[in-house]
């Protein structure tokens, strides 16, 4: 019993913190395009805009499960910050990979420390959201952590 008892706390855990990671999500990528002065509602940029918030919730589901079961009910604050620093530079070293690959290297260094910076930063922002809504969960009993182990 205890079993579907966790397996439905961790389901919880993912669905809070996906429809997290996609809220912040959007949030930044509605920012990062009119900052740009780039529309996201054309027919053209819809689909991938979708696509983004897609991905972005399946980040979010195996993050929050993730972060139930690794900071659990103890107090330590390095698992906190270090399960979120390590989902924020997965993806954004990935995205950064990505970026250096497909950028000419005709473009200036601060330009592309630049870009590689904005897309650490909304990782960061993506998952610090998600953080702050788990843990908020947790103090309010919505969502229980797993039981440490021990003894």
């Keep these: 019993m205890q079993e579907a008892g966790d397996r439905i706390e ?13 809220l912040a999500a959007a949030i930044a990528k ?5 900052w740009l002065g780039m529309g996201i509602y054309a027919s053209e940029n819809l689909l991938p805009f979708l696509g983004s918030l897609a991905i972005a919730a399946v980040s979010g589901f195996l993050f929050g ?10 107090t330590n604050p390095h698992l906190k910050t270090g ?3 390590a989902f924020a530079l997965v993806r954004g070293l990935g995205q950064v990979e990505m970026l250096l690959n497909s950028q ?7 330009q592309i420390v630049g ?5 650490l930063g909304e990782s960061m922002f993506w998952f610090t959201i998600a ?9 309010k009993d919505l969502l229980q952590p ?5 003894r």
């Excluded at 961790?10 to 996609?22: E, Q």
């Excluded at 499960?65 to 103890?74: C, G, P, Q």
């Excluded at 953080?131 to 103090?139: G, H, K, T, Y």
């Design 115 to 119: 870009m590689a910076a904005l897309v």
């Design 104 to 110: 000419d290297l005709t473009q200036s260094l601060t």
């Design 146 to 150: 797993v039981a440490s182990d021990r």
């Design 83 to 85: 399960t979120l620093l």
């Design 30 to 34: 509605i920012a990062s395009h009119f």
């Design 10 to 22: 961790s389901a919880k855990a993912g669905i809070i913190a996906a429809i997290a990671v996609s």
């Design 65 to 74: 499960v993730t972060y139930r079961y690794a900071v659990r009910d103890e």
């Design 131 to 139: 953080q702050a809504c788990l843990e908020f969960c947790f103090s």
